[in-house]
């Protein structure tokens, strides 16, 4: 189970928009640069300009909005036949780019180590590569969980709120970042078993339909 499986009725709370947008020629790709830019502009501020910890608050509202974003490309994408090679490379790479900006400032919170924030980053973008390696093999792009993109923006916008209202995090908390690594790579094994065993469904159809 993942917070992605609720992604069709998120959908259909912003389809009225789509018409909208697309009439004054904002494109799948605008939006998806846009939710990038101000994704790694908002990590990197929150790295080096050390803001007091209210700015915080500004990850989980993002967070929020950038699912709006991801939500709207992928629609003006399918459904205003702007889909694009250029776009599929976007939309893949922006999103590892702009959640290990928006993760890294939480390598200055006490009890987060900074070598698990990195840990988790870079596992993070491991398994948005192994979901999108799914059609390289004949299956489709996978998605499954437990611990995938929409899941990791609720919890670190869950903590971006919390440091937010200056509450501090207990000791005990030192390890949910070595949980969410075991996670995400839990998350990397399924969709590569994920798409092994489409694959292996397929081709079994195959073979059944051609005797």
């Known amino acids: 189970m993942s917070i992605y499986q609720l992604k069709p009725r998120f959908q259909a709370l912003l389809r009225p928009l789509m018409g909208r947008l697309d009439a004054v020629g904002v494109t799948a790709n605008q939006v998806t640069i846009f939710g990038c830019v101000v994704s790694v502009l ?107 993109k929409s899941d990791r923006a609720f919890v670190f916008g869950a903590l971006g709120l919390w440091v937010a209202l200056a509450w501090p995090l207990p000791d005990w908390t030192k390890w949910l970042m070595p949980l969410l690594a075991v996670l995400t790579s839990l998350t990397i094994v399924n969709r590569v078993r994920g798409a092994i065993r489409e694959v292996e469904a397929a081709e079994g159809q195959q073979l059944n339909e051609s005797k």
Do not use: C
């Open 42 to 148: 908002l990590g990197l501020w929150l790295y080096f300009a050390l803001p007091s910890a209210i700015a915080f608050a500004l990850i989980p509202v993002w967070m929020l909005l950038r699912m709006a974003l991801n939500a709207i490309d992928g629609m003006l994408a399918r459904e205003f036949h702007q889909k694009s090679t250029l776009g599929t490379f976007l939309n893949e790479l922006s999103d590892v780019v702009a959640d290990a900006a928006l993760y890294l400032p939480f390598a200055l919170v006490a009890p987060f180590e900074p070598f698990w924030i990195a840990v988790v980053i870079t596992l993070a973008g491991l398994s948005e590569f192994a979901g999108a390696l799914g059609p390289t093999v004949g299956a489709s792009r996978r998605y499954d969980g437990p611990f995938g």
